[in-house]
């Protein structure tokens, strides 16, 4: 079998969470407003609105921690995005900008110290087109980073939603990577069984459902030169295409309103090979190609991937793929320059 190159991938989806939130000092504490307290020597607990959110350890907010992860997992380069629930979409709108704004400026931090092994993709308060639009400004300008984390749906409107085009078209201007990750996915009152399964179910499918909507919403065909992936391997957008491809034949309402057919507007979409299995791997890649799909691994949480390079060599014996998906088109995604392709 090809191996891929020792430590070469680049991950795109990976997580950071500080080690501490600033007191809130502008009037009474915010709706939605985190804090951290200390579990034991290694682990702190993310507080949301007075309750317990996750537990976390420090390789959610250490460098040197995650570096040596990153070799053990064969990771060069990692892009640094926060975790969802801190987009605080539905939180007042300026504690949302102060939020946002600390999240980016800990991500550069860590950039900054970790001698070119980490990139960034920051947060923007979505809840608000010109706020948002700002602080995409001052994340890849003044920042650096490669874009910005999205949510699947900006407090449960679809980002295919026209109202969202201006941000896009504007991260099309700055050549700024999308990456759309899930967050208070719908169905919820659906599932049955413990809270996990909100990940390991209802994150896929709003995923697909975000996809989706940027497929019969057109959005490529107003901002033809954004870069927007989707984690998870795009969710359930694989699955839906044949039959959203077929509508588009039957239904001429759905040909009328989507410009092209979704399986070829699926093409010109990113993303992460996140699938946990080599033969849904071979199976989305298939579907959109094997220059869309980059390594995502949702590191530093328990539900991650650990051998992302393996899975890969598992799925394909072509060399060429494997580099492709290992670094060459998360390069492309991210327009990281200097970087082998």
Same mark, same amino acid.
């Given at each position: 079998?090809?191996?891929?190159?020792?430590?070469?991938?680049?991950?795109?989806?990976?997580?950071?969470?500080?080690?501490?939130?600033?007191?809130?000092?502008?009037?009474?504490?915010?709706?939605g407003?985190?804090?951290m307290?200390?579990?034991?020597?290694?682990?702190?607990?993310?507080v949301?609105?007075?309750?317990?959110?996750?537990?976390?350890?420090?390789?959610?907010?250490?460098?040197?921690t995650?570096?040596?992860?990153?070799?053990?997992?064969?990771?060069?380069?990692?892009?640094?995005?926060?975790?969802?629930?801190?987009?605080?979409?539905?939180?007042?709108?300026?504690?949302?900008?102060?939020?946002?704004?600390?999240?980016?400026?800990?991500?550069?931090?860590?950039?900054?110290?970790?001698?070119?092994?980490?990139?960034?993709?920051?947060?923007?308060?979505?809840?608000?087109?010109?706020?948002?639009?700002?602080?995409?400004?001052?994340?890849?300008?003044d920042?650096?980073?490669?874009?910005?984390?999205?949510?699947?749906?900006?407090?449960?409107?679809?980002?295919?939603?026209?109202?969202? %085009?201006?941000?896009?078209? &504007? $991260?099309?201007?700055?050549? /700024?990577?999308?990456?759309?990750? #899930?967050?208070?996915? *719908?169905?919820?009152?659906?599932?049955?069984?413990?809270?996990?399964?909100?990940?390991?179910?209802?994150?896929?499918?709003?995923?697909?459902?975000?996809?989706?909507?940027?497929?019969?919403?057109?959005?490529?065909?107003?901002?033809?030169?954004?870069?927007?992936?989707?984690?998870?391997?795009?969710?359930?957008?694989?699955?839906?295409l044949p039959?959203?491809?077929?509508?588009?034949?039957?239904?001429?309402?759905?040909?009328d309103?989507?410009?092209?057919?979704?399986?070829?507007?699926?093409?010109?979409?990113?993303?992460?090979?996140?699938?946990?299995?080599?033969?849904?791997?071979?199976?989305?890649?298939?579907?959109?190609?094997?220059?869309?799909?980059?390594?995502?691994?949702?590191?530093?949480?328990?539900?991650?991937?650990?051998?992302? %390079?393996?899975?890969?060599? &598992? $799925?394909?014996?072509?060399? /060429?793929?494997?580099?492709?998906? #290992?670094h060459?088109? *998360?390069?492309?995604?991210?327009?990281?320059?200097?970087?082998?392709?």
């Amino acid at each position: 079998m090809t191996r891929i190159c020792n430590c070469c991938g680049i991950d795109v989806h990976a997580h950071i969470v500080p080690a501490e939130f600033p007191s809130y000092l502008k009037g009474a504490l915010p709706r939605g407003w985190p804090s951290m307290e200390s579990a034991d020597a290694c682990h702190k607990t993310i507080v949301i609105d007075g309750k317990n959110y996750r537990t976390l350890g420090q390789a959610c907010w250490n460098g040197p921690t995650r570096i040596a992860d990153m070799d053990d997992m064969g990771v060069r380069i990692q892009a640094l995005s926060p975790m969802p629930e801190l987009f605080g979409y539905w939180m007042d709108l300026d504690p949302a900008i102060d939020l946002s704004r600390y999240l980016n400026d800990t991500i550069a931090e860590l950039i900054a110290g970790s001698d070119g092994r980490f990139c960034g993709l920051g947060t923007v308060p979505l809840q608000d087109l010109n706020a948002a639009i700002v602080e995409l400004h001052r994340v890849v300008k003044d920042l650096g980073f490669a874009g910005v984390e999205i949510g699947s749906n900006v407090n449960a409107a679809a980002i295919g939603d026209p109202r969202f %085009l201006p941000f896009f078209k &504007e $991260a099309e201007a700055l050549g /700024a990577a999308v990456f759309v990750h #899930a967050v208070r996915p *719908a169905g919820m009152d659906r599932l049955f069984g413990p809270g996990q399964l909100q990940q390991i179910i209802a994150y896929p499918t709003d995923v697909g459902l975000a996809a989706a909507s940027v497929i019969t919403s057109n959005m490529l065909q107003n901002a033809p030169d954004l870069r927007i992936g989707f984690s998870h391997g795009g969710g359930t957008l694989a699955s839906l295409l044949p039959r959203m491809d077929e509508g588009w034949r039957v239904f001429p309402a759905v040909k009328d309103a989507i410009f092209q057919q979704p399986s070829l507007q699926a093409k010109a979409l990113f993303y992460d090979a996140l699938v946990y299995d080599p033969m849904t791997l071979r199976h989305i890649t298939s579907m959109f190609g094997d220059t869309q799909l980059f390594v995502g691994t949702d590191y530093p949480f328990n539900f991650h991937e650990r051998s992302p %390079l393996s899975r890969i060599e &598992e $799925a394909f014996e072509d060399a /060429a793929i494997q580099e492709r998906l #290992a670094h060459a088109n *998360a390069a492309r995604f991210l327009g990281l320059s200097g970087v082998r392709q």
